[in-house]
């Protein structure tokens, strides 16, 4: 077997030095810009995950949610359970929040987004959203008519650029009209305008804690309860710590809220992604299988005398194979120097997406399934072919 494999691979480096360099070096161009395809848009997609991944806890959960019992509209006792929280070893910080319906009114303008009202310090330990102020400042722990709101809260003079119902380009130091759920109406004057580029946060408005407190007249309760962990990618082995240590509420990974919206991003990716790479694969058989076929035709004679002078048909069919896979390799080859170069460069100057910069991001796991997806349609590509030529009977091949 193995005479027949040398005997296979001389052939087919006599068919790759005398053929055609010009087309040669075409085919494997374009399998090197399949094998880039292959890895380049889920790169790409695994970029955008963890994009939104780094949103999601920097802008919106940090690591964990505290949400409060089954039958409870409220966590009682909050002050008692940060500090219990804030103990508990893994524990960086932890923040107390409300979330609450109200309606916004500014000149006529109305809108009603999800209102926050936070402490702001212990909210600066657990989300960076008061690094995203881009307008005006952040909000401070005494203040009581003040408000800040996202970019696409505060809207553009031009309704058509707005994404979402907005205040209409309203700016820092105006003022506004909440109405809250229960009927209560106060002006607020606009302190700080927020662009995180992260919607869930550039569409809401938020306030002090101390101020909803006073205007539900309620106090030392929340409906959420934000904690930072010092390592992200522990969140349950940190929950059953939190449960460990008496921590009754209902406790949420940030994957576990954000599981829904992250699930349509990605399906939707997938699916563009699916069809691209059938569509490459595709591209791949029909080139590596035409250059293969139209070389076993030409030589259709030559192929007749081999066989004639005792050349076993498996070994001009090996050597067929050999020549796909030279392509196959050098293809590969080409295309992961081509790739590497690209990723270097997106990685220094990444793709602004809406939700921000994002920069590819390389799995192994991807890099293999691509090899592995074009050697088999290689293989394909080079059987295929020379069996069909080389089922021809001897005369009829030498005739032509």
């Known amino acids: 077997m193995l005479d027949e494999e040398k005997v296979a691979f001389f052939l087919a480096s006599r068919l790759i030095a005398r053929g055609n360099k010009g087309t040669l070096a075409l085919t494997i161009m374009i399998i090197a810009m399949v094998f880039v395809n292959l890895i380049f848009l889920p790169s790409i997609i695994s970029g955008v995950v963890v994009l939104f991944n780094q949103q999601t806890i920097d802008y919106s959960y940090g690591n964990l949610v505290i949400e409060p019992r089954s039958n409870q509209i409220y966590i009682e006792n909050v002050d008692q359970l940060q500090q219990k929280i804030t103990r508990i070893p893994g524990v960086v910080a932890s923040s107390p929040r409300y979330t609450a319906g109200a309606t916004i009114v500014h000149k006529g ?3 009603t987004p999800l209102l926050y009202a936070i402490n702001p310090d212990d909210e600066k330990q657990v989300l960076k959203i008061y690094t995203k102020i881009i307008s005006g400042d952040y909000l401070s722990p005494g203040d009581t008519d003040q408000i800040v709101i996202g970019y696409q809260l505060a809207g553009n003079k031009d309704e058509k650029a707005d994404r979402i119902p907005s205040l209409g380009g309203v700016d820092v130091g105006q003022t506004v009209d909440v109405t809250f759920s229960n009927g209560v109406t106060r002006q607020y004057r606009i302190k700080g305008i927020i662009n995180s580029n992260s919607f869930s946060v550039d569409s809401n408005a938020y306030i002090t804690k101390n101020e909803l407190e006073s205007v539900l007249g309620i106090s030392n309760r929340a409906r959420q309860i934000l904690v ?19 921590v009754q509420e209902k406790i949420w990974t940030w994957e576990e809220k954000s ?8 399906g939707s990716f997938d699916i563009i992604n699916l069809i691209g790479n059938i569509v490459s694969l595709i591209i791949a058989v029909v080139v590596i299988f035409i250059v293969i076929f139209i070389n076993t035709v030409y030589r259709r004679k030559q192929i007749g005398i081999l066989k004639a002078i005792g050349i076993d048909r498996s070994i001009i069919i090996k050597s067929y194979i050999f020549q796909a896979l030279f392509i196959f390799f050098c293809g590969t ?9 690209v990723l270097q460069y997106l990685t220094a100057s990444p793709l602004v997406f809406p939700g921000g910069p994002v920069a590819p991001v390389l799995d192994t796991f991807l890099v293999l399934r691509a090899i592995a997806s074009l050697l088999a349609v290689s293989l394909i590509a080079g059987y295929v072919p020379s069996w069909l030529t080389t089922n021809e009977d001897i005369l009829s091949a030498i005739r032509g």
Not at 333 to 341: C, I, K, P, Y
């Open 109 to 111: 303008k109305s809108t």
């Open 228 to 246: 930072r962990t010092q390592t992200t990618g522990n969140e349950e082995a940190m929950r059953t710590t939190l449960m460990t240590y008496g």
């Open 259 to 266: 599981a829904d919206f992250l699930a349509s991003i990605v």
């Open 333 to 341: 080859l080409a295309g992961g120097v081509l790739l590497l170069l």
